[in-house]
């Protein structure tokens, strides 16, 4: 066997993986597991989506390679959803770049502007991608606190003071995961003066913005925002379209020719049917999202109750996929979602995975239909 | 702006993007172009491939993420595949990666396995992908000739006594794009032995084993291959399914296992409806590739009577989407090209592209319908 590259040593398995192994070798000794651990969106797309990709299998000529950009109706499409949703320009010709979804975003930034020994700011608890991402090229993590009694905002500061010359990117995930804390128009205008001030890279992962939330934002609203802030979006959770692979990266013609030259270099254009149903999709109108929330807004309400079973406390004004649920003090995260697991066949993700910072709290996902969800609740309170 | 990574300085434009920005430019300046320059099928997929991903359109829960590894059934029959039309047995459990497209593959294995320093084994001619991927994680390319003498095969003796201590991993492409050299067994045996001898993990490009070849060949079929060799393929050529981005990585439980940690860090599943069109791609029976070739054989005797047309020699036993013709003694590709372009409007690909011992030759693409061929010759010679 051929060794390893050296950056492989610092990438561990994700524990969800390790997890779920563990949890499907359960289900399959008989245990009843309820799984209630994973982001992954359960609802159908808009009905419009499937019949836009079957559209185009009636057509010829789709087969063929499809430019790396993307075609031109997608991205006129992806300008229009962010001036209709965020109040936002950007041009369809050079400030979107349509990705096979955001987590291959997040490798194609990271490469365009990263050298080895560049530092990068990610947020503890975090997405755990952009630290794997970042170690894989040689770059180095430097993990800035979130904590519950500033809102799980930066405290830039605090961070201002520590020594940032070798920072070059910092990333944001507004509607946050895994807290759900919201973003605030303040909050984003502190970061680009922060990011203008220390020149460095700041991105904003903002796929969570449509769920169990009324006022979406965007980090390209701010005034001068595209000199030093990109800002990734998806397809996966704001239309149920996780599978489809379909992410866009938005900012600067600059910022944006230089991913695209790695873009270009490593993968190809989009499936011609993938592209046509996401236009249909970007295309939903208003009613979509007040459905699809409606029906997370019933989940929530048990996945509330679920916390309290477990007497924990939680903040009932948060966006996104998940209920993040303070556990009483002196709990530990892990332990207390293994015992789940081992007593009541119930998993769901410590706070831990997403950084030191989740220790003491649990996640409890709104993927799972309110049955499911009532389901759990019973096991916990007979 | 924020500065772009150092790796991106070594990253030239791709050759066919500027010139085909060039192209259409001439015709928007109302010039009649024809383009016979790039690979990228025009015919159509198997029918039953289109059917499949409408029938999965048809099911629930199709839309959320999917395993880095597929679904069992996609890896099955990629394994029955390379049983039926290779004689290779892979195991569909561990020793098979699908991919989104093989381009893909050549990051994340070079990913997987290079560190910055290492060298790498790159054939001149050959595919740019392997270099530009090389320079992008900072390891080295070091160029091995292939030459018409030689049947475009590596000298290996030669090779051996070069000092290959820092050399990590060998790019291999059989059939050979551009000149469309087959290769035989005896060739990937003796790959196999300088393998193993310099512990080199050796990597067929292997996508056009089915055009306009009786036989084809995988580097898995010798004795002991899986110790030091992968093999990369794709359907995109095979059943003409360029944009939907599939591909596959064959080889050891270790490698494979490898090449996962990078590509889980990286990037996602394949949309189940892809998986369930390659599916019945993959079992199409033999009539397909009869069908095909047989619509490449007529090109290809008019594109024969093209490079005669340029007073070209060529091979008329080779593989691939292409004719590889050289040229007149003296003549220099790009400039016969460039006449080609500016004086008859016809463009296709200087033999220089894929490096400087395609200096001399030009490449024909047989992707375009035999009436358009006719009209270039009829330019040509009228």
Same mark, same amino acid.
């Given at each position: 066997m051929i060794t390893k590259a050296?950056?492989?040593?610092?990438?561990?398995? &994700?524990y969800f993986s390790t997890k779920l192994r563990e949890v499907r070798q359960l289900i399959a000794q008989g245990k009843p597991v309820i799984n209630?651990? +994973?982001?992954? $969106?359960?609802l159908d797309p808009p009905m419009a989506v499937s019949r836009a990709l079957q559209q185009t299998l009636?057509?010829?000529?789709?087969h063929g390679y499809q430019s790396y950009q993307g075609i031109p109706e997608l991205r006129n499409a992806i300008a229009h959803f962010y001036q209709r949703h965020y109040n936002v320009t950007v041009h369809p010709e050079n400030e979107i770049l349509p990705l096979m979804g955001s987590k291959e975003g997040i490798m194609h930034i990271s490469m365009a502007f990263l050298n080895p020994g560049d530092e990068v700011l990610i947020p503890n $608890?975090? &997405?755990p991608t952009y630290t794997s991402v970042t170690n894989l090229l040689g770059a180095v993590p430097v993990y800035y606190d979130l904590v519950e009694e500033n809102? !799980?905002? $930066?405290?830039l500061e605090k961070l201002s003071k520590?020594?940032?010359?070798?920072?070059k990117m910092m990333w944001i995930n507004y509607p946050h995961m895994p807290t759900g804390s919201k973003p605030t128009k303040k909050l984003f205008e502190q970061l680009i003066i922060f990011a203008k001030q220390h020149q460095v890279l700041l991105i904003n992962d903002n796929p &969570?913005?449509?769920?169990?939330?009324d006022t979406p934002k965007s980090i390209?609203? +701010?005034? @001068?925002?595209?000199e030093v802030a990109l800002e990734l979006n998806s397809l996966s959770k704001t239309f149920n379209?996780? @599978? !489809?692979r379909v992410g866009m990266l938005l900012g600067s013609q600059e910022h944006i020719t230089t991913v695209l030259q790695v873009k270009s270099n490593m993968d190809s254009g989009m499936f011609y049917g993938i592209q046509q149903g996401a236009i249909a999709a970007l295309k939903s109108d208003i009613n979509w999202f007040v459905n699809v929330n409606a029906v997370y807004k019933k989940r929530r309400e048990i996945a509330f109750s679920i916390a309290e079973a477990l007497h924990c406390t939680y903040d009932k004004d948060t966006a996104g996929l998940f209920v993040w649920a303070k556990l009483p003090k002196g709990k530990k995260a892990t332990a207390v979602t293994d015992e789940l697991l081992y007593t009541y066949n119930v998993f769901l993700a410590p706070g831990t995975v997403f950084g030191?910072?989740?220790?003491?709290y649990i996640r409890i996902s709104l993927c799972v239909p309110e049955e499911t969800l009532a389901q759990v609740l019973k096991r916990l309170t007979k």
């Amino acid at each position: 066997m051929i060794t390893k590259a050296n950056r492989l040593q610092h990438v561990k398995e &994700y524990y969800f993986s390790t997890k779920l192994r563990e949890v499907r070798q359960l289900i399959a000794q008989g245990k009843p597991v309820i799984n209630i651990g +994973i982001g992954s $969106p359960d609802l159908d797309p808009p009905m419009a989506v499937s019949r836009a990709l079957q559209q185009t299998l009636e057509k010829n000529h789709i087969h063929g390679y499809q430019s790396y950009q993307g075609i031109p109706e997608l991205r006129n499409a992806i300008a229009h959803f962010y001036q209709r949703h965020y109040n936002v320009t950007v041009h369809p010709e050079n400030e979107i770049l349509p990705l096979m979804g955001s987590k291959e975003g997040i490798m194609h930034i990271s490469m365009a502007f990263l050298n080895p020994g560049d530092e990068v700011l990610i947020p503890n $608890p975090g &997405y755990p991608t952009y630290t794997s991402v970042t170690n894989l090229l040689g770059a180095v993590p430097v993990y800035y606190d979130l904590v519950e009694e500033n809102n !799980w905002f $930066p405290d830039l500061e605090k961070l201002s003071k520590t020594n940032l010359s070798k920072v070059k990117m910092m990333w944001i995930n507004y509607p946050h995961m895994p807290t759900g804390s919201k973003p605030t128009k303040k909050l984003f205008e502190q970061l680009i003066i922060f990011a203008k001030q220390h020149q460095v890279l700041l991105i904003n992962d903002n796929p &969570y913005s449509f769920i169990l939330n009324d006022t979406p934002k965007s980090i390209l609203e +701010i005034n @001068g925002a595209k000199e030093v802030a990109l800002e990734l979006n998806s397809l996966s959770k704001t239309f149920n379209m996780a @599978g !489809w692979r379909v992410g866009m990266l938005l900012g600067s013609q600059e910022h944006i020719t230089t991913v695209l030259q790695v873009k270009s270099n490593m993968d190809s254009g989009m499936f011609y049917g993938i592209q046509q149903g996401a236009i249909a999709a970007l295309k939903s109108d208003i009613n979509w999202f007040v459905n699809v929330n409606a029906v997370y807004k019933k989940r929530r309400e048990i996945a509330f109750s679920i916390a309290e079973a477990l007497h924990c406390t939680y903040d009932k004004d948060t966006a996104g996929l998940f209920v993040w649920a303070k556990l009483p003090k002196g709990k530990k995260a892990t332990a207390v979602t293994d015992e789940l697991l081992y007593t009541y066949n119930v998993f769901l993700a410590p706070g831990t995975v997403f950084g030191s910072n989740g220790e003491g709290y649990i996640r409890i996902s709104l993927c799972v239909p309110e049955e499911t969800l009532a389901q759990v609740l019973k096991r916990l309170t007979k």
